[in-house]
């Protein structure tokens, strides 16, 4: 119960439980003993808590198991048996730095897991390193903050690669291979990364996956949608990779293709892989004009497959709000421009999914006098017939007709500044400066009855 717990006091408690048996073994009758089990549940507990102090402490439990393990290999060796560490206790304490967001949490974890690579030659010790151990190292990289987080976790990925073996207590050999939660942590690693070509980084490890799924049939790194999203997000934010929407695209047909070939649910694209794909799109707006162009076109070819059903998808409110905002950022303003912005939010309105992003991106394709009356032409012609300003008109003053398929976290209404109306007094630093009196030459100050009770 204290193990499974996650706080600080309960590990504190699974501890002295341990200690007490480890007394009344030493002092006591003997009759209760601490097994590798009890020193493995206590780990556990500090490995729930989450910090750097519970990752040393579960660190010590090791060695203190480690050192009676020794012990009782010279002194008892039936209870030697019982005590006899696992993997299971190795992992646990990997697993406890992977947690800790520690900056050295990616060294510690690392650290153990040479050591078990030394302890699996020893005969007397049933410890080796498996997929578990790897993964769990590798976590603790990305997990650490270290600025060469994911280099370093792709190093141990890139050995996990070469299939290291480790011998077995009873003979032969112990064969580690990947699979796909070692790529997807190191992707995901890279997604979340500033460094210039982490957008590139991701990408490749996405080709080994699929060239190692296709070339063996045994493989157990098959990408799924976990993979392909991450590379798309990757892609999406990089703000140093050149026609990135066609490079979102390209990853996208790639998914589409592998789920055609073998049908898997695990494969199947989702409408977050098309939103990713228009928003990469939309902000491809600082390339040259040849980017623009074709990050436009694969913008509408990205969302006329969603409208078409495909993979039984729909567009949502972010996929209209994503369209719009590929319009407002890679077209000129003009009739073209007007045209196709008004014939999406004409669907939006229809399908019911004017949500807050899209409401603003509207805004921002068409002058405001034709923002009204296409509000009007809608269905909503309130606003128009009280001369509202468009900036005035807020989501929750639209008709539920047009909102009523929305999401809740896609609702909010984010009224960009430039919409709103500007504010007139200087604010610093959260504070409204200080306004000075007004002063007059005396010739012009009139004092009024009111002011001095009296009549002048």
């Known amino acids: 119960a204290y193990a499974s717990t996650g706080t600080e006091p309960a590990a504190e408690q699974a501890t002295a439980i341990l200690e007490k048996m480890e007394y009344i073994k030493d002092f006591g009758d003997g009759t209760v003993k601490p097994s590798v089990h009890s020193f493995a549940m206590t780990i556990n507990a500090w490995s729930n808590v989450g910090s750097e102090t519970a990752a040393h402490n579960a660190e010590e439990i090791l060695k203190r198991l480690l050192e009676d393990y020794d012990e009782a290999l010279e002194q008892d060796t039936e209870y030697a048996k019982e005590l006899k560490p696992n993997n299971v206790v190795f992992n646990s304490v990997i697993d406890a730095w992977a947690r800790s967001g520690s900056n050295s949490a990616g060294e510690k974890a690392e650290s153990i897991l040479l050591r078990m690579e030394g302890l699996s030659k020893i005969k007397i010790y049933d410890v080796r390193p498996d997929t578990i151990t790897f993964n769990t190292c590798i976590k603790a990289w990305c997990n650490s903050g270290h600025p060469d987080a994911p ?122 892989c098309y939103n990713t794909v228009l928003n990469a799109c939309a902000f491809s707006a600082r390339g040259g004009p040849d980017e623009r162009r074709k990050a436009l076109s694969v913008a509408v070819e990205t969302f006329n497959e969603l409208r078409r059903g495909q993979f039984g998808l729909s567009p949502d409110a972010v996929s209209y709000g994503n369209m719009l905002k590929c319009c407002a950022n890679l077209m000129p303003p003009g009739s073209y421009r007007t045209k196709m912005a008004s014939q999406l939010f004409t669907s939006c309105c229809n399908d019911g999914l004017v949500g807050g992003m899209c409401l603003d991106e509207i805004r921002r394709c068409l002058p405001p006098r034709e923002f009204m009356q296409l509000l009007a032409k809608c269905g909503c012609n309130k606003p128009l017939n009280q001369g509202r300003m468009a900036h005035s008109v807020q989501l929750s003053q639209l008709p539920r007709a047009f909102t009523k398929n929305v999401k809740a976290g896609d609702l909010k209404d984010r009224q960009r500044d430039s919409y709103a109306p500007k504010k007139t007094k200087n604010i610093v630093r959260g504070r409204k400066q200080k306004e000075h009196p007004v002063l007059r030459r005396p010739g012009l100050l009139i004092e009024q009855s009111w002011m001095s009770g009296k009549d002048v």
């Not at 992707?187 to 060239?211: D, F």
């Not at 799924?224 to 892609?235: E, H, K, P, Q, R």
Request: include cysteine; hydrophobic fraction near 35%; charge should be positive.
């Open 151 to 272: 280099l370093k976790a792709e190093g141990l990925l890139r050995k996990l690669e070469t299939n290291p073996q480790y011998p077995k207590q009873r003979g032969g050999m112990l064969i580690v291979r990947p699979n796909r939660l070692s790529f997807n942590t190191v992707i995901n690693s890279w997604a979340k990364s500033r460094k210039p070509k982490s957008a590139v980084y991701a990408e490749n490890l996405l080709i080994r996956m699929i060239k190692s799924y296709q070339s063996d049939p045994f493989s157990t790194v098959k990408p799924d949608v976990i993979t392909f999203s991450s590379v798309l997000n990757a892609l999406a934010k990089s703000k140093a990779t050149g026609f990135k929407a066609e490079k979102c695209k390209s990853v996208l047909n790639s998914m589409i293709t592998l789920y055609e070939d073998d049908g898997s649910s695990d494969t199947k694209p989702n409408v977050i």
